[in-house]
């Protein structure tokens, strides 16, 4: 379920050969006094039965790589690769996306600071 500023996905035990599990992504666009625009993300959930909870920044001009973020911290906690809660349902992914763009004022074709992307862990 999408609503902007948050993401619930949940897949409840006893689907083939997935775990169970129900995690919560909070993001939001803070000033950075050094920085400028940065997206600020926080994953909280479960994941077949064990709690977690991640915090992230990303650049403004990194920020739409979040799902790459997302998708190697839940496989740090144990979710398989292939079971990303983010890429399970596109039109919410797209919406976030637009989401995301619209809160950093984001224009298509704006360039990227290679820098940011070792910052940011990608």
Same mark, same amino acid.
């Given at each position: 379920?999408?609503?902007?500023?948050?993401l619930?996905?949940?897949?409840?035990?006893?689907?083939?050969?997935?775990?169970s599990?129900?995690?919560?992504?909070?993001?939001?666009v803070?000033?950075?006094?050094?920085?400028? @625009?940065?997206?600020h993300? %926080?994953?909280?959930g479960e994941?077949d039965?064990?709690a977690f909870?991640?915090?992230f920044e990303?650049? %403004?001009?990194?920020a739409?790589?979040f799902?790459?973020?997302?998708?190697r911290?839940?496989?740090?906690?144990g979710l398989h690769a292939?079971?990303?809660p983010?890429?399970r @349902?596109?039109?919410?992914?797209?919406?976030?996306?637009?989401?995301?763009r619209s809160?950093?004022? @984001?224009?298509p074709?704006? @360039?990227v600071n290679?820098?940011?992307?070792e910052q940011?862990?990608?």
């Open positions: 379920m999408f609503e902007p500023g948050h619930h996905r949940r897949n409840p035990p006893g689907m083939a050969g997935q775990p599990y129900s995690i919560d992504f909070y993001y939001e803070r000033q950075d006094p050094k920085e400028g @625009a940065m997206l993300g %926080r994953l909280v994941i039965g064990k909870e991640e915090v990303m650049h %403004r001009d990194t739409f790589n799902a790459s973020v997302i998708s911290l839940v496989v740090k906690h292939n079971a990303s983010i890429m @349902a596109h039109k919410e992914y797209d919406a976030i996306f637009e989401d995301i809160k950093l004022h @984001a224009k074709g704006e @360039a290679l820098d940011h992307l940011d862990g990608l």
